[in-house]
């Protein structure tokens, strides 16, 4: 699923529920960091309480080893990490967002 203001990022995300979401992995890998799926949950951990429950959900996954849940991120959830990332790659992404901000603003005035 390709979302518009996503697109070329390397952000994938799916449609789950009729909703876009993003895995935690692929969020981590794209903003550079070194254990991309545990950096991404401490950092979701650290700001819980920013979150609101629309921009995560806890699904479970079949593997090998039995049923495990996975942390999904909805495109309001992926942008918030972005905001609280203190990684190199995510000063890339706030600039999107806040150029992308300023032009629809723009196009309000």
């Known amino acids: 699923m390709t979302i518009a203001f996503y ?12 909703q876009p979401c993003a895995t935690a992995q692929n969020i981590g890998e ?41 942390r999904l991120f909805s495109l309001r959830g992926v942008s918030l990490l972005v905001m609280l990332s203190e990684q190199q790659e995510a000063g890339a992404f706030r600039e999107r967002i806040l150029s992308f901000t300023a032009e629809q603003l723009s196009r309000m005035c």
Do not use: C, S, W
């Open 7 to 18: 697109k070329d990022t390397g952000i994938q995300f799916e449609e789950i529920e009729g």
């Open 30 to 70: 794209v903003l550079g960091y070194k254990n991309a799926d545990e950096d991404i949950q401490a950092l979701y951990q650290r700001h819980q309480d920013e979150f609101d429950p629309d921009m995560i959900q806890e699904v479970p996954v079949i593997t090998a080893g039995g049923v495990e849940h996975t």
